[in-house]
């Protein structure tokens, strides 16, 4: 919920009042991202929606729409610890974009952090994702605003 809201209040409902959020949105019919599973359990989550679904994305800095092309969001890439360094978030980051075109995107954006190195950055602070990941997928690097957060992108056309 983080980049849907202000952080003034994502902060004031943080916890049960965002996952009330989240659940509004699903009820609502929009589908906010999708789930990777493991047998039935849910290992993994992508959030992925058009840009305008993340309006805190424009008020980052760093992360200000490069040109006017519409495009979907990578806002969130998460998977369950025991299921790390698998090949989950490549995968998971690959139905995420089959399903941004099945939904007429023509291109999807990731805002990964850059670790130093994979053992520089807590697993908890990579849940934008780290660029390995996005280039596995066939993202490409096209601007970086800041020396840890690459702003890359991939063609649905």
Known sequence: MLWRLTRKQFESQKGDGNKLAMNAI?????????????????????????????????RSRILQPIDDRPCWSVACLFVDRSYRKKGVSTELLRAATEYAKSQGAELVEGYP???????????????TGIPKVFIHAGFKEVVRRSPTRPIMRLELT
């Not at 952090?113 to 849940?127: C, L, T």
């Open 113 to 127: 952090v850059e670790p130093k190195s994979e053992k520089d950055i807590p697993p908890a602070f990579a849940w």
């Open 26 to 58: 699903v009820d609502s019919g929009e589908v906010p991202g999708i789930l990777a599973y493991h047998s039935t359990k849910a290992i993994g989550w992508c959030a992925i929606a058009p840009r305008s679904s993340f309006p805190a994305l424009s």
